[in-house]
């Protein structure tokens, strides 16, 4: 099926879902480190409109946007179909995705940075959020169903990155009471395999998201 690079750095969440969306497929590619501080020529080349990571090379073609590419991947590569073949379940999922990426990561991110008399109302609008997908998981195994599937891969940050967010931002989202099957679910879906095999150093995530942290509150100090 062609030459497969991916442009990618290990503590982003957005370049995991390519990895475990590879690794589930069985594709072979070539892994190209990004130093976001200092951004290569082929990743400013390879995506000029967002100048970000991941981006998918497929025989010298590039894709990019972690959404974009997941359903890239799955309609190239048809062995182990992520995204349910129902219409109807195929919506729901593509629904599901953006609400993740718009409301719960952003939610999330916001709850994290917020300090003062902003804090609690960040935190209790990132919990509303999550608790749509408590709903969505319960009785599953995998939103998937039994098998791991895009929704999962999507959703695949609340199993580690969340919990470092969390850290830094002096929080506390999800717990086994608040959101039982939430918690299960990322549990289970950390601990099966590639998902496990592609994870990186919590120092790594830590120093990361403390650099981006730092920066916005900087920015908001300054306003």
């Known amino acids: 099926m062609g030459e497969v690079k991916l442009i990618a750095t290990p503590q982003s ?3 995991a879902r390519i990895e475990w969306a590879l690794r589930i497929k069985g594709v072979e590619y070539e892994y190209i480190q990004e130093d976001l501080l200092n951004k290569s020529p082929l990743l400013l080349e390879s995506n000029p409109v967002y ?3 991941p981006v998918l090379l497929h025989d010298g073609k590039s894709i990019a946007e972690s959404l974009v590419i997941l359903e890239y991947i799955d309609e190239t590569w048809k062995d182990n179909p992520l ?4 219409p109807y379940e195929k919506a729901l999922a593509r629904f ?3 609400f993740i990426d718009e409301k719960c990561i952003f939610g999330v991110w916001g709850a994290c940075v917020a300090q003062g008399e902003e804090k609690a109302k960040a935190v209790d609008a990132a919990i509303e959020s999550l608790a749509f997908l408590e709903k969505q998981i319960q009785g599953k195994k ?7 599937g895009y929704l999962d891969i999507v959703a695949g940050w609340i ?3 969340l919990n470092v967010l969390e850290e830094l931002g ?3 989202l999800i717990n086994a009471e608040k959101f039982p099957s939430l ?3 990322g549990h289970n879906f950390i601990q099966t395999s590639p998902i496990k095999d592609c994870i990186p150093p919590k120092e790594m995530v830590v120093e990361y998201f403390s650099f981006g942290i730092n920066y916005v509150r900087s920015l908001a100090s300054s306003e």
């Open 13 to 15: 969440f957005p370049c």
């Open 51 to 53: 100048k970000k990571v």
């Open 142 to 148: 995998f939103f998937g169903g039994e098998k791991i």
């Open 183 to 185: 918690h299960e679910w």
């Open 96 to 98: 599901w995705a953006k």
């Open 159 to 161: 199993s580690y990155w």
């Open 170 to 172: 002096e929080m506390e």
């Open 83 to 86: 995204l349910p073949l129902d």
